[in-house]
C-alpha cells in the first residue's frame, strides 16, 4: 500500500478521574501508544468491548480530542501541530457519524440547516439545490428538507447523520458505532448505503464497532483492541484470528445457522477496571492460553507486519 | 402434554389504538421460545400481556385468553396473579442498569423474592441467594451479596436479576432481549446461562430478541411478529432452512454471516408502520418483495404449515 492517507504514531490519550476532597486522583490510558495506517479508499475497521478506547481513538484521529502523547498524520500533515484556523481547513476533508441519531441531531434545526451547518462553519455559501442533492444520495425523499428531526424514524435520522458527514465532500469519514441504537433491519440498510457511497465517492472509512460479524463483513482489514491498546491487525476480513481475544469474540458471535450449534464457550470473567490494570497482559486473567509469562510481561504488538499480534502464544 | 404458557388468539389495545392482532403462542417446560420482530412489533408487549401486566400502561385484552399451567388469567384475582409474578413466573428485563436498587445492597433485593413468595425466614432467604449467585457462576457470592449494585459490571448485574427470577421458584422465565446491553463476549455467557436453566430444570423460556442468530443457536421454536400480528411460527429447524414468511427471511437475511460477499446484505425497506397507520390486507405488503393486489386487499390466515403456521398469501419453502 503506498502512501497512506493516515498514519497514526504510539497515539496515546490518558484520563483522570476522581481527585475531589475526599479521594485521590486516579489515572487511566483509554488509548495506549496506538500506531496505525489507514489507505486511500481503504475501510478499516475498530472492534472491541466496551472500554477498549474505540471511540476515544476515533475521537483522537480527528482532533476532537487532543493526545497525550504521538500524532496523526493526514495527507503529509501533522494534525497535533496544526493551529485552530488550520485545522478547521482541514476538517473540511474529514467528517464524522455518531453512533446516536437521536441525540446528534438539534431538535429544533429543520433538515435543511441541519445540512447548511457544515458550510456556515467553514464559512462558505450554501449551493442552491444542495439540500435535494445531499437527501436524496442518502435515499431521503427532497420533500424532507423542511421536517424536524423527530418527525423521523431512528434509521431516517441517521441517513441525515450521513448527508451531514458527506455535505463538504470529505475524503475520510469515521463512523462510530453508527448502526447500534438501530434494528437489525435498519442496520443493514445503512450499511448497504455506506458501501454504495464508498463506491461512488471514493472514501475512506474508519469504521468503529462492537460488532465483529458486521465489521468482517463490511471492511477491508480489521484491527483489534482491548482495554486501550491494539492486540491484533488482521490483514482480510476473513483471516484468521491469531489472538486469543479476537478468536473469543469469533467465537461469542451468533450465526444465524440452527443447523450448525456452535458450543458457544464463553471467556471466564469480564473486562478489568482500566483504572487498576494487571501487571503483563491486560487479557492474562481472561485468556485459556496465559502462562507466568504472560501475567509479568506486556507482550508487543510485534510478528508479521501485515498481520501482527500482541501475545506470547498465538493461536 | 399441556403447554405452561399458552396465549390463544390474544388482541390487545391501549385507547383506541389496537396494537395486537390475534397472538397464539405456546411455551411447554423445558422449551425455549425464540419472540422476534423489529422495534414496534409487538414484542414486549405481548410479554406484559403473558405476565397481565398491561393495566400498569394502560393497555387491556380485547379478545382471546392467556392460560398459565392451564388456567385462565383473566379469571384470576389480582392477588393471584401478583402472587405468580416474581414466583412462577420469572421476568428478566432488558436494561439490568435500572432493574436493580441503587440504594440497596445487592443480597437484600434478592432475598425479598424469596422471603415474598416462599416465605423463607431471613437466613433461608440469604442462604439461598448465595446458593443461586454461586449457581450463576458468580465468583465470591458472600461479598458480591454486600456490594452496591454500582459497585458491579453490567454483565453481573445482569446475573442479579436472573437469580432475582429464579428466587421464587419460577417455571416459566420471560427474558425481554436480557442481552443487548451487554458486551459481545458477556452476552454469550448470560445466553449461555439461560439456556443451560432450562435444560436443567426443565424451566419454560419466553426469549424476546431481535437478533436471528441467538434464536438460531439457542431456541426450540420461534414466533415472528409484524405490526402486531404473528408472521410465522414453528420449530427453529425447518424455519431457518426454508422461511415461508417472506418476512422471516428477510429477518434472517439481515444478519452479516461467514463469507458472506460483499454488498449482498441489503436489509428491509422501509420501516415498520405505527399502529395509527397499518395499512390493509396483510401488513408488511407494503415491504414485500412478493406483494401482489390480493396481499393489499386480504388479511392472511396463519395457517398450518408442516409442523409450524404461517400467515402469507405467497408463502414460500418447504410445506
Request: glycine letters at 10%; proline letters at 7%.
Amino acid at each position: 500500500m503506498s502512501d497512506p492517507l493516515i498514519r497514526i504514531e504510539n497515539l496515546s490519550r490518558r484520563f483522570q478521574s476522581g481527585g475531589g476532597l475526599f479521594s485521590a486522583p486516579r489515572a487511566m490510558l483509554a488509548v495506549r501508544d496506538v500506531s496505525l495506517t489507514v489507505g486511500r479508499g481503504e475501510a478499516l475497521g475498530v472492534v472491541g468491548e466496551s472500554g477498549c478506547g474505540k471511540s476515544t481513538l476515533a475521537r483522537l484521529v480527528l482532533r476532537l480530542i487532543e493526545p497525550t502523547g504521538g500524532r496523526v498524520v493526514f495527507d503529509g500533515t501533522d494534525l497535533t501541530t496544526l493551529s485552530a484556523g488550520g485545522m478547521r481547513r482541514m476538517r473540511r476533508r474529514m467528517a464524522m457519524v455518531f453512533q446516536d441519531p437521536y441525540s446528534s441531531l438539534d431538535p429544533r434545526y429543520t433538515l435543511a440547516s441541519v445540512l447548511a451547518e457544515p458550510f456556515r462553519v467553514q464559512g462558505q455559501t450554501f449551493p442552491a439545490g444542495k439540500v435535494a442533492e445531499l437527501l436524496e444520495a442518502v435515499g431521503l425523499p427532497a420533500a424532507m428538507a423542511t421536517s424536524h428531526p423527530h418527525q423521523l424514524s431512528g434509521g431516517q435520522r441517521q441517513r441525515v447523520g450521513i448527508a451531514r458527514a458527506l455535505a463538504l465532500h470529505p475524503d475520510f469519514v469515521v463512523l462510530d458505532e453508527p448502526t447500534a441504537s438501530l434494528d437489525v433491519s435498519i442496520q443493514a440498510q445503512i450499511i448497504a448505503l455506506l458501501s454504495d457511497l464508498r463506491e461512488r465517492l471514493g472514501l475512506t472509512y474508519l469504521f468503529i464497532s462492537h460488532d465483529l460479524g458486521l465489521v468482517r463483513y463490511f471492511c477491508d482489514r480489521i484491527v483489534v483492541m482491548y482495554l486501550g491498546a491494539v492486540v491484533e491487525i488482521l490483514p482480510q476480513a476473513q483471516a484468521a484470528p491469531r489472538h486469543p481475544y479476537t478468536a473469543a469474540l469469533m467465537q461469542s458471535g451468533f450465526a444465524p445457522d440452527p443447523v450448525h450449534r456452535r458450543r458457544i464457550e464463553p471467556l471466564s470473567g469480564e473486562i478489568p477496571s482500566p483504572f487498576a490494570l494487571p501487571p503483563g497482559c491486560a487479557f492474562a486473567g481472561r485468556c485459556p492460553r496465559a502462562s507466568d509469562r504472560c501475567r509479568a510481561e506486556v507482550p508487543a504488538l510485534s510478528g508479521d507486519p501485515a498481520h501482527p499480534v500482541a501475545c506470547f502464544h498465538p493461536l | 402434554m399441556s403447554a405452561l404458557l399458552q396465549m390463544d388468539e390474544v388482541s390487545v389495545a391501549i385507547g383506541t389504538a389496537a396494537l395486537l392482532d390475534r397472538i397464539s403462542l405456546t411455551v411447554e417446560r423445558g422449551q425455549i421460545l425464540g419472540l422476534v420482530g423489529e422495534s414496534g412489533s409487538g414484542k414486549s408487549l405481548t410479554a406484559m400481556a403473558a405476565m397481565g401486566l398491561l393495566p400498569l400502561i394502560g393497555g387491556r385484552v380485547t379478545g382471546g385468553a392467556v392460560r398459565f399451567d392451564g388456567q385462565d388469567m383473566a379469571a384470576m384475582t389480582d392477588s393471584q396473579r401478583r402472587g405468580l409474578r416474581g414466583g412462577r413466573i420469572g421476568f428478566v428485563t432488558q436494561n439490568p442498569m435500572t432493574a436493580l436498587d441503587p440504594v440497596q445492597r445487592i443480597g437484600a433485593q434478592v432475598d425479598i423474592v424469596s422471603r415474598l413468595h416462599l416465605g423463607l425466614s431471613r437466613a433461608a432467604a440469604r442462604a439461598r441467594t448465595l446458593d443461586l449467585l454461586t449457581q450463576l457462576r458468580i465468583p465470591e457470592a458472600a461479598a458480591v451479596a454486600e456490594a452496591w449494585p454500582h459497585q458491579l459490571s453490567g454483565g453481573m448485574k445482569q446475573r442479579i436479576v436472573i437469580a432475582m427470577a429464579l428466587a421464587g421458584e419460577p417455571d416459566l422465565i420471560i427474558a425481554d432481549e436480557p442481552t443487548t446491553a451487554l458486551d459481545v463476549t458477556v452476552q454469550a455467557q448470560i445466553i449461555q446461562i439461560l439456556g443451560s436453566l432450562v435444560r436443567d430444570r426443565g424451566l419454560a423460556l419466553l426469549l424476546i430478541t431481535h437478533d436471528m442468530g441467538v434464536v438460531a443457536q439457542v431456541c426450540d421454536r420461534v414466533a415472528v411478529l409484524y405490526a402486531g400480528r404473528m408472521a410465522e411460527e414453528g420449530p427453529v429447524g425447518p424455519i431457518f432452512a426454508a422461511p415461508a414468511h417472506p418476512y422471516t427471511a428477510a429477518l434472517i437475511g439481515c444478519i452479516p454471516q461467514e463469507g458472506m460477499a460483499k454488498g449482498t446484505l441489503r436489509g428491509i425497506a422501509g420501516a415498520v408502520p405505527s399502529a395509527a397507520a397499518f395499512p390493509p390486507g396483510c401488513r408488511f405488503h407494503p415491504r414485500c418483495p412478493r406483494a401482489t393486489a390480493e396481499c393489499s386487499s386480504t388479511v392472511p390466515v396463519l395457517a398450518a404449515r408442516g409442523a409450524g403456521r404461517v400467515a402469507c398469501h405467497h408463502a414460500g419453502g418447504a410445506a
